[in-house]
C-alpha cells in the first residue's frame, strides 16, 4: 500500500444559483408567520470529493471543476414577541 501526498492549492471564484419557491401565511397582527416551499441550489465551478481523488489518481488538476447541486423541501414557523 503506498501513500498519496500533493499540495493541491486551488483559489477559485464559485457562483451560487438558487431558486426557492412556496408560499406563506401571515397572522393579521403580524406576530406569527408560516412558510413551506421548495428550494434548489447550484454551485457552480465547485470541486467534490470525487473529482478531486480521481484528479490525484491521475495526477490532472486541469478542468478540475464541476456543478453541485442541492434541493429540497423547506418550511418555517416563526413567532415574534
Known sequence: MGVVANDYEDYR????L??????????????CRASIGYITT???NAVSAREYIDAVRESNY???DETITFSGLTAGLE???
Open 13 to 16: 471564484v464559485t457562483p451560487l
Open 18 to 31: 438558487e431558486l426557492e419557491l412556496g408560499i406563506g401565511w401571515r397572522s393579521p397582527c403580524g406576530r
Open 42 to 44: 447550484a454551485w457552480h
Open 62 to 64: 486541469v478542468d478540475v
Open 79 to 81: 413567532a415574534n414577541f
